[in-house]
């Protein structure tokens, strides 16, 4: 199988590289969740190999950790930052395209002080109209209106609006962009 494909990672070496690699191009400090959903979203790395490679990466001090007001975020130490530039030809282009093309929509929306809202009202035909938006400080950059029939689809969407506004707005700018067009045939 050649390197080029979009198989997961495996070797404990390429998962460290490609961490340090997105860690030095985000340069900026995320806490562990966002880091590791930014890692396996696109499926290059597998959650528990990731967990394993950031411990290590932690205890070896190419990444740093600080608290700031009760939450932990970490950021690429200078040595780190060696490392990765070093080697980051060794690992697949098509992991580092789609790691960067991540990071940039996650970075967007968490710097932008991106804020989310879902609200729903009751139709005079008893179906629902639910509304999720994203706002920042330039304004309104997303909005979502669908017509539900009953209020435990309003209540699913809702939770996973809000569990995950970033992955909804990335998957309707892609499929709008025809960067998944095989999902709509």
Do not use: W
């Not at 979502?144 to 009953?150: D, E, Q």
């Amino acid at each position: 199988m050649s390197k080029e494909t979009n198989a997961v990672m495996k070797d404990k070496t390429d998962i460290k590289i490609f961490v340090l690699f997105l860690l030095d191009n985000i340069n900026y400090p995320l806490e562990y969740t966002s880091i590791n959903n930014l890692i396996i979203e696109n499926g290059y790395v597998g959650a528990f190999d990731f967990a394993e490679c950031f411990s290590e990466l932690s205890e070896q001090g190419h990444i740093i950790g600080e608290d700031v007001e009760g939450v932990r975020y970490y950021m690429i130490s200078d040595s780190g930052r060696r490392l990765a530039r070093e080697l980051q030809s060794t690992i697949v282009e098509s992991a580092k395209n789609a790691g960067i093309k991540s990071a940039v929509k996650l970075l967007s929306l968490q710097k932008s002080g991106a804020k989310i809202s879902v609200n729903y009202e009751e139709r005079e035909d008893k179906k629902y109209l639910l509304t999720c938006a994203i706002t920042d400080m330039s304004g309104e950059l997303f909005t979502l209106k669908l017509r539900l029939s009953s209020m435990s689809q309003v209540n699913n969407i809702r939770k996973h609006f809000e569990d995950a506004p970033e992955k909804i707005y990335r998957s309707v700018m892609s499929a709008l962009t025809g960067e998944i067009d095989y999902l709509l045939d």
